[in-house]
């Protein structure tokens, strides 16, 4: 059975996030992970890290493929990075979304509130994620 899939890029901006620093603004970083199953997440993409910002406007796009009739759960995570290592779990967690590929790629912006967890918002923050067919793959393709 042919699977068809194309690879998207996600543009992604925040607003309004969470200050968690003292005497300066957060650092955000968004991180991109997918359900693998069995309540486990897998990392795929991460943003850069956007210096003294509340409103960020990353310009690393966050790169997956869309398999075409296939869920796919995704989360993105906004953190503040105040250090140099790689593990997030030092950092302070900002707010995130759980959605799926299929409800980005079918809009043409994708917006929502951000959250600490779920039901719980993070202050007033927003996260907008806007889906580009990637430069790097050709539209539709089946396997």
Do not use: H
Request: charged letters at 30%; proline letters at 4%; one cysteine or more.
């Amino acid at each position: 059975m042919a699977q068809c899939v194309t690879r998207v890029e996600l543009s992604v901006a925040c607003e309004r996030l969470l200050d968690r620093d003292v005497g300066s603004r957060s650092d955000p970083l968004c991180v991109l992970l997918q359900d693998v199953g069995g309540g486990r997440w897998a990392e795929l993409d991460r943003t850069e890290r956007v210096k003294n910002c509340q409103n960020p406007e990353f310009s690393k796009k966050l790169v997956i493929d869309y398999y075409f009739e296939k869920v796919q759960k995704l989360k993105f995570g906004v953190y503040d990075i105040d250090n140099t290592s790689f593990d997030l779990n030092d950092d302070d967690y900002l707010g995130g979304i759980e959605c799926t590929l299929g409800q980005i790629v079918s809009s043409s912006v994708f917006t929502r509130p951000l959250e600490l967890k779920k039901g719980k918002p993070a202050g007033k923050g927003t996260i907008t994620l806007l889906p580009l067919p990637s430069s790097s793959s050709q539209m539709f393709k089946c396997k």
